[in-house]
């Protein structure tokens, strides 16, 4: 037991596989543009959330318009 110890000691181990093979360590530039692209994405849909907001002011501005010049 204590020379198969010995042994295992000396003799060099076999290295771990990497966990992530097929993942590249950088960013390539289709990732940037990925990362871009859903910016202005999310920007999109802010803008649009505050669009939603306003709607109701803005038919209620449109309709007193037109009954005020109505009359």
Do not use: Y
Request: proline share 10%.
């Amino acid at each position: 037991m204590t020379i198969s110890a010995i042994i295992l000691a000396v003799l060099p181990s076999p290295s771990p596989p990497p966990s992530w093979p097929n993942q590249p360590d950088k960013m390539t530039s289709a990732d940037d543009v990925r990362k871009g692209l859903v910016k202005i994405a999310n920007w999109f849909i802010d803008l649009a959330k505050n669009a939603l907001t306003s709607l109701h002011g803005v038919f209620g501005g449109i309709l007193s318009f037109i009954l005020i010049e109505g009359c």
